[in-house]
């Protein structure tokens, strides 16, 4: 998906975060948010609404825990102005 493609979905959509694209066993989303701080509160707040209770961060992992089971949400800046989120699909189940 071009930088093109991915800030049209941005101005497309009225959310917070958007999905990009669904690869290789991962969820991809995108947060138009300069601070990190905000944008893990963006993550917790949806990734919660699954039932998954947020327990900590490391570097740039957030790491939630529902049920005996482990998720580990992965964010990386793109560009200054967005951060780009990787989640296993199965946090959906």
Request: hydrophobic share 40%.
């Amino acid at each position: 998906m071009s930088k093109k493609e991915v800030v049209g979905k941005l101005k497309e959509s009225e959310r917070e975060i958007v999905k990009l694209s669904n690869e290789l066993g991962q969820e991809w989303y995108i947060i138009n948010e300069r601070n990190p701080a905000v944008a893990d509160e963006i993550i917790k707040e949806m990734v919660s609404q699954k039932g998954w209770i947020f327990k900590q961060k490391e570097g740039s992992g957030l790491f939630f825990e529902r049920h005996g089971e482990n998720l580990i949400v992965e964010t990386q800046m793109w560009t200054s102005d967005f951060t780009l989120v990787e989640i296993p699909v199965n946090f959906n189940e």
